[in-house]
């Protein structure tokens, strides 16, 4: 049996600011650096014994995981990073505040973007160019996604590296975004297209999974904010 921690990076300045994020690449706030500190803390107290730790290429999440790694005295342990747990892409909305779309958009409408499972944002009008994509053979960045095309990106990358560890009996620590850890509850616990709508992922919460040598949950806690 091995266990996987899933944790939403600690608050950043957009999340701070009530602001649509995305592939945005914004830092964290004091309370977030907190926010990591304590949960790094929490997972210490457990018997945990990680051999990799994964996260996106957003310095949010990067920056996160380092806090982690070293309350749990891992910073010896390998830390990979890539693009494939990323946040959604919210295309044109980033940047934008979240309570200021409600109020262009619609309520019904802006709930729709960020918790519907297939409904795609106002995409961009043509895709960034940031080198660290280019660099690890990601060609462009998305216009806009979805939750669902979020998934897709992030479920090889579960098959390819954190799926076969945990199957191997080491412990995994995932630290990324709101969204591709919902993307990767969906997908592990078979939550369905409309029961996705419901989940929320809070800041600095460690999600502990359970697992058997099938991947089989046997056990889910969350480990809250005292």
């Known amino acids: 049996m091995a266990r996987l921690v899933l944790l939403r990076h600690g608050e950043s300045t957009a999340n701070r600011d009530n602001i649509y994020t995305g592939w945005s690449d914004v830092p964290l706030t004091s309370a977030g650096i907190t926010e990591a500190q304590q949960a790094g803390k929490r997972l210490a107290a ?15 999440a990067i920056m996160t995981a380092n806090i982690v790694m070293e309350q749990l005295d891992i910073l010896a342990v390998p830390l990979n990073k890539t693009w494939r747990l990323n946040e959604r892409h919210y ?40 080198r660290r994509y280019t660099r690890y053979g990601y060609r462009f960045e998305p216009l806009a996604e979805s939750l669902a095309m979020a998934l897709t990106r992030v479920v090889p990358y579960w098959l390819d590296h954190i799926g076969p560890a945990l199957i191997d009996g080491h412990d995994q620590l995932v630290v990324a975004h709101g969204s591709t850890i919902r993307a990767l509850i969906k997908y592990l616990e078979a939550v369905s297209d409309g029961g996705i709508n419901g989940v929320e992922v809070a800041n600095g919460e460690p999600i502990v999974y359970d697992l058997d040598a099938k991947l089989r949950i046997k056990n889910k806690t969350i480990i809250h904010k005292q």
């Open 46 to 60: 457990l018997d945990f014994d990680f051999t990799a730790v994964h996260t996106s290429l957003l310095q949010r």
């Open 91 to 130: 295309g044109a909305l980033r940047g934008q505040n979240k309570d200021a779309t409600r109020q262009e958009y619609g309520a019904e409408q802006v709930a729709l973007w960020r918790r519907s499972y297939t409904t795609v944002p106002p995409k961009l009008a043509q895709p960034d160019y940031d």
